[in-house]
């Protein structure tokens, strides 16, 4: 049997091998989209390439035939690189969003297209756990928050944006007056305790977090209640004491030891925090400047000086968030800090630290012209956009579902489940490396079950080679040549004649999702960022 | 499903009406059934209707074993081939290299300005005129050129667009009144023949004119002459060319003829016959110069000689073996081919020597393919020979597509014997019994004329089963390609021969193991088979007595662009690069600068002036950053910018890539992206890092030859011209070619003659007779027909 080295390791492989079939068999995962075994290597993604050593050649592994002595690089930083360029380059004419603008746009990424649609499927209940894994006060952003996400809404341009804050406000509402609000899993013990200074929004959420992670928390808080701005930013009008109340209470439910009337004062009631317990948040709003320089904190021009992706100041074990970083800041921006920082913590204290997560890999289309809306809004509810005030308007659970039902479902459906986005984010591909102009965002429904996507395709020929083996009459074909080429129907007929038989084999073969089924919208909740 | 123009399938005639589907039921019964036939039938379906209406395409689905896929995929790869009715008329603009350095892009917008046609259309709205852009059509040496229909205009400015289209409309029937009817009776006993060149080039130069001119003169005056129509004559600078020679005495030469000087000369070395005509032909001269008050002989002034000095220096260097008897031999006559030598080497394969002998010779005369790549002629017969299967094919390359080049037009056009003769015996070296030729439909007199002599050949037994009495099956045919470069690359090549879309595969394994329908092929290069031919009648040990160490024998050029005297040249190998500027071309014009040679088309690269001692050698052209390429020579001065050279290059490989693989379909794309982004002067600091970088990428990962060279234009002129890159990041563009980077402005020596605002066809120039003119540079389109205009060079650039 010929013997050829890959990175160094020999293998024994039968002739005709592929260097890709003989990397398999080393354990070593060569990427590839366009390959399928029992269809012929098309060599079109090129994501595969691997370089044969002591020479310049690089060569698909998909369709290259092992040679006896054949000595092959896969896992080089050279190889890699000529990965990573396919990849991008493949991305620069990838028109789509992997995740939903709205998740981006809102600071706390919240998993804004699941909440609703587990409110469209009238699961308040499950809609409250999803609200609540990223924004611990949905009841008080309901009404106080500046609702960013909604600026970010595809539909915005089309007739307005998805009501999302009155929505979550809307779950948030509905749970607390269920009378037993939801109450999230908590963590075993660890043994840990941490202080937060402050009871705002901030400190309040950090807490939240911190309880679920299995972590002890003592809540220090100056004045005799908790709330810190909630309590002096908004009118009563705005934000009714009564749900301000309700909410503290859901949230202090998971267990939380809070001291009001409790001010850190000095340097040294801060330094005795920090010897009593394993770590501590400073919380304490937009004052926090005033003291900290006195407890031996870095300052900067708005706030206390904190390492961006883990809120850690220049104290060990010290950190700091919300509106004590920032000065001023939208509540959900302090809302968010908080979360993000009781992570950093919670991996400080069980992993002895690291880098919050990144945020996730997403291809992101940009601003979408109105007129190329018209495939989204094939499948989306048609009620006109309706607020609701939180008062005599409130929404009906019919309107809060057709409301819900707004949602174009923007995100990609094949969100974790696409090759593409997997070996993007492996190999560290910048969408936007060629910042080009894309084409036109189009998306094509006619089919029953399938819908297509032709911005999305990378040109693999997968689906025109199961559809001419599986014999369908019209099939598919590559339609024009060089960068305009796309997969389309003969005859403009359509895409349900052109896949009578093979359709299901089409969608499951396609490394996108440029074509993907109706009924199987998405495949995954969106990551936590900070988690 | 889309709404491309390039690609939508109409629905229906351009009228509404029926299509009349008659013409695809015998275009059926005519060309076959078979999967394999569904380009020639979608060039008759083309032919006839001028486009490919849907019914006529479901049709052919529905009676043949094309399916819709294949026929969708197939005729939407071919730029030939067109999904929605076209003008009356079609304009076609060359956008060679030649053509492009001269102005090409400022043609085709003054004919678009001309005709009224819109942006992102191509056809004016009454449906008179298709303006659409093509990628050479082979007469570089006469750039800029247009064809409209039949006819061929060379060196246009958009100056001359509204003559033109004037000139082409008077004579609507144009092509027909260049064909002149030939005298029904050959002379007898002539006293000795007239040569007129009449390649496709010649003919665009003027050469059919005077064809008719010299057929009329014989005609009326009974001058005892033959006309011979011979193929190429390699001095495209001097055509319109004659050559008479008598039986018995000198031959003479004469250049640059105009259709009014055809009398004198003729009738100069052939008196006419009987004394009446002499006593008349006496009179009119003497009438004429009377008239026209002209002291010199104008016949003696047009008169040149091989050995007058521009000549010599241009024939001096050369060396015809590819195209030995240019200028002399009819391309069609068959026996004066075989007086000639033609078939020896032939015959003598069929009878004395075996395969291995042939492939002995090929390999001993160190002949490399002349496609390009320059591998072993001898190597790939002999793999192909050992190679088990069969049967085996030939396949003849004739998809010359590379902008700047058509030697293999004028080899294919002048010496179809001898391509068909090489093809033969490289048939009989590696033990196939079949051939055939792949010659692109935009060669339409190659393809006749190879046609014709595959006729010939057959109808005289030299092919066909029992080729020269010999006993063995010599079969070969003719394929015509259907407008896509990448064709000429060998898997693309075959792919499309079968019948589907040009798209090359991974090699290996190489034709020469798998090829057409699986099997061993041979796929030879025009101008190596003409080679072969002539090695195996002379002998390699002839060959090597030219060239360098790696690089034997000769190589055929097209010599064009910006030197004095271009053409077809045959020069062995190891010529320097400047010896072929300076003598054989002559030189720049007088007051401009050579700067560098653009060697190999979209493949190759720029040899600046001071590398080019670099001789003509595959491995010595590759160091200096080009390739040999399939011969393409393209000289440039100062005035062009290598930025733009660059972004022209990579827009052909671009717009030719088949979009099978990434590095190429997205890589070339995004390449080009920067490069407009530099010529609109748009550039910034780190896109010329970003553009070597991707060149890399795309060179070192495409799948074939076509996406790994293609960024070798623009890492030469990155690595030899890198500060006129950077000085169109600052804004600048040097050499004054880029448009957006340049303003029009009028000096101060401006008479006020007003001849520029009558030029300008936007106004841009208001009318101030007298006085000093000025350019409105927010209107100015920068066509230049202003700066053409003026007579005292008061236009300049800055």
């Known amino acids: 049997m010929p013997t050829i080295t890959i990175d160094g390791r020999a293998i024994d492989v039968p002739a005709g091998t592929t260097v890709l079939e003989a990397a398999e068999r080393l354990g070593i995962e060569i990427p590839s989209l366009c390959h399928l075994k029992g269809c012929d290597p098309s060599t079109s993604c090129l994501v595969c390439v691997v370089r044969i050593s002591g020479t310049s050649r690089v060569l698909p592994s998909c369709a290259t035939r092992i040679e006896d002595g054949m000595a092959v690089e896969s896992e080089t930083e050279a190889v890699h690189a000529l990965r990573r360029t396919a990849l991008e380059l493949l991305l620069s004419d990838h028109v789509g969003d992997c995740l939903a603008p709205c998740y981006f746009m809102c600071p706390a990424h919240m998993d804004i297209p699941l909440m609703l649609r587990q409110i469209g499927r009238e699961e308040i209940r499950e809609a409250i756990a999803t609200v609540k894994r990223d924004i611990a006060l949905p009841a008080v952003l309901g009404r106080v928050c500046s609702k960013p996400c909604e600026k970010g809404c595809r539909r915005a341009p089309a007739d307005g944006a998805v009501a999302v804050c009155d929505l979550k406000r809307f779950v948030a509402e509905e749970d607390l007056a269920t009378g037993e609000p939801y109450l999230p899993e908590v963590a075993a013990p660890s043994g840990k305790r941490v202080a937060v200074v402050g009871g705002g929004p901030a400190g309040l959420a950090a807490a939240y977090y911190l309880v679920q992670a299995g972590h002890a928390v003592d809540l220090f808080e100056r004045e005799p209640l908790l709330g810190g701005r909630l309590r002096s930013e908004f009118s009563e009008e705005q934000l009714p004491a009564e749900i301000l109340d309700a909410e503290l209470e859901s949230l202090l439910a998971v267990g939380i030891e809070v001291h009001t009337g409790a001010a850190v004062a000095t340097a040294d009631d801060f330094e005795q925090l920090r010897r009593e317990f394993d770590a501590l948040l400073v919380a304490t709003g937009a004052a926090a400047a005033r003291d900290a320089g006195g407890w031996g904190l870095a300052v900067a021009a708005r706030g206390i000086d904190v390492e961006r992706t883990t809120y850690q100041t220049n104290l060990p074990a010290v950190f700091a968030a919300g509106n004590a970083l920032r000065g001023k800041g939208m509540v959900v921006r302090s809302v968010a800090d908080g979360k993000e920082a009781a992570w950093s913590i919670h991996r400080v204290l069980s992993e002895g630290g690291g880098p919050l997560s990144e945020k996730p890999f997403s291809v992101r289309m940009g601003k979408v012209a109105p007129d190329q809306l018209g495939g989204f809004l094939v499948h989306a509810g048609t009620a006109p956009r309706q607020e609701a005030d939180g008062g005599a308007a409130e929404y009906s659970l019919t309107e809060a579902v057709s409301q819900a039902e707004r949602c174009l479902g923007c995100g990609c459906r094949a969100h974790c489940g696409c090759r593409l986005e997997r070996y993007a984010s492996r190999y560290g591909a910048d969408p936007n490396r060629y910042g080009a102009s894309r084409r036109p965002y189009e998306v094509l429904t006619q089919h029953a079950q399938i819908v297509y996507e032709p911005g999305k395709c990378i040109a693999c020929e997968l689906c025109i080679q199961i559809a001419a083996r599986g014999g369908e009459p019209l099939g598919l074909a590559f339609v024009g040549r060089g960068f305009d080429v796309r997969v389309a129907v003969p005859f403009d007929r359509s895409l349900e004649e052109a896949l009578s038989k093979v359709a299901a084999e089409c969608v499951a073969a396609c490394p996108t999702a440029a074509l993907s089924f109706k009924a199987e919208p998405f495949k995954s909740a969106l990551p936590i960022l900070g988690q | ?798």
């Open chain 2, 1 to 798: 499903m889309f709404d491309s123009s390039r690609t939508a399938i109409a629905e229906a005639a351009p009228t509404g009406g029926e299509v009349d589907l008659a013409f695809v039921d015998a275009t059926i019964e005519r060309l076959g059934r078979s999967a394999d036939r569904v380009i020639p039938i979608l060039q008759a379906l083309q032919d006839h209707y001028r486009y490919l209406p849907r019914p006529a395409l479901e049709r052919v689905c529905a009676s043949t074993e094309i399916t819709p896929a294949a026929i969708t995929s197939v005729s939407t790869f071919y730029s030939q081939f067109r999904h929605r009715p076209m003008g009356e008329h079609i304009i076609s603009v060359c956008h060679g290299t030649a053509c492009h350095v001269k102005g090409a892009p400022l043609v085709q917008a003054a004919f678009e300005r001309q005709l009224g046609i819109a942006d992102g259309d191509d056809t004016d709205a009454e449906g008179r005129f298709t303006v659409q852009k093509v990628a050479c059509l082979g007469c570089c040496t006469l750039a800029p050129v247009v064809q409209i229909d039949e006819v061929t205009y060379g060196g246009l400015t958009s100056r001359r667009v509204a003559e033109t289209l004037d000139d082409f409309l008077k004579h609507a029937n144009g092509a027909a009144g260049q064909r002149p009817p030939a005298r029904q009776q050959p002379v007898e006993r002539p006293l000795g023949e007239i040569r007129i060149g009449l390649d496709s080039c010649c003919i665009a130069q003027g050469t059919g004119k005077v064809h008719a001119a010299v057929e009329q003169v014989l005609t009326e005056w009974g001058a005892p002459a033959a006309v011979k129509k011979v193929g190429c004559v390699v001095m495209c600078h001097q055509t319109p060319l004659l050559e008479i020679a008598p039986a018995a005495g000198k031959e003479r030469l004469y250049a640059r003829v105009r259709e009014e000087d055809v009398m004198e000369i003729v009738l100069r070395h052939f008196r006419p016959k009987g004394l009446v005509r002499r006593a008349r032909y006496a009179a009119t001269r003497w009438l004429d110069r009377l008239l026209t008050d002209e002291r010199e002989d104008p016949a003696a002034s047009l008169r040149v000689d091989r050995r007058d000095g521009a000549i010599c220096a241009f024939l001096g260097p050369q060396r015809h073996l590819a195209t030995e008897g240019w200028g002399r031999v009819d391309p069609m006559d068959i026996d004066e081919h075989l007086a000639g030598g033609g078939f020896v080497a032939l015959k003598r394969c069929l009878t004395e020597l075996a395969p291995e002998a042939i492939i002995e010779a090929i390999t001993a005369s160190g002949l490399r393919g002349r496609g390009g790549a320059g591998f072993p002629t001898g190597e790939k017969w002999a793999r192909a020979a050992s190679a088990e299967g069969s049967p085996k094919y030939v396949i003849c390359n004739g998809d010359e597509g590379d902008p700047g080049a058509f030697m293999n037009r004028m080899l294919l056009e002048s010496f179809p014997y001898r391509i068909i003769e090489g093809l033969a015996i490289a048939a009989l070296a590696v033990g196939a019994e079949e051939g055939y030729f792949y010659i692109r439909a935009e060669y339409p007199t190659a393809v006749e004329r190879i046609a014709a002599a595959l006729e010939e050949c057959r109808r005289r037994g030299f092919l066909g089963e029992n080729a020269f009495g010999s006993g063995r099956r010599l079969h070969i045919s003719l394929k015509q390609g259907a407008g896509a470069f990448v064709c000429g690359e060998e898997t693309a090549l075959i792919a499309s021969i079968e019948g589907r879309r040009g798209t090359p595969r991974l090699r290996p394994p190489f034709p020469s193991e798998k090829g057409l329908w699986g099997q061993p092929t041979v796929v030879n290069n025009v101008e190596t088979l003409a080679l072969a031919a002539w090695i195996l009648r002379h002998g390699a040990a002839e060959f090597v007595t030219m060239g360098t160490k790696e690089s034997k024998g000769t190589k055929v050029f097209a010599l064009a662009g910006k030197v004095r005297r271009g053409g077809l040249i045959e020069v062995p190998m190891g010529v320097s690069l400047r010896e072929i500027v300076d003598e054989i071309g002559g030189g720049m014009v007088p007051g401009r600068r050579f700067k560098a040679v653009q060697v190999g088309g979209p493949s190759g690269g720029c040899v600046p002036a001071a590398l080019s001692d670099t001789p003509v050698d595959f491995e010595a052209l590759t160091g200096a950053g080009a390739i040999m390429g399939s011969g393409g020579l393209v000289v440039l001065d100062d005035a062009d910018c290598m930025v733009d050279i660059a972004r022209y290059f990579l827009s052909f490989t671009q717009d030719q890539s088949c979009g099978k693989c990434t590095f190429c379909r997205i890589g070339t794309r995004r390449m080009l992206d920067i490069l407009d982004r530099l010529c609109a002067g748009r550039g910034t600091q780190g896109d010329l890092e970003s553009l070597e970088s991707l060149a890399f990428s795309v060179g070192s990962a495409s799948l074939c030859g076509l996406g790994r060279t293609a960024p070798n234009p623009v890492l030469s002129t990155l690595h030899h011209f890198r500060d006129e890159y950077q000085a169109h990041i600052e804004g600048r563009c040097p050499a004054g070619r880029c448009p957006a980077l340049v303003r029009y402005r009028i000096n101060e020596q401006c008479i006020g003659c007003t001849l520029c605002a009558q030029a300008c066809p936007v106004g841009a120039i208001p009318f101030t007779p007298y006085a000093r003119h000025e350019v409105i540079d927010e209107q100015c389109t920068r066509c230049d027909n202003c700066r053409a205009a003026c007579p005292v060079g008061a236009v300049e650039i800055a």
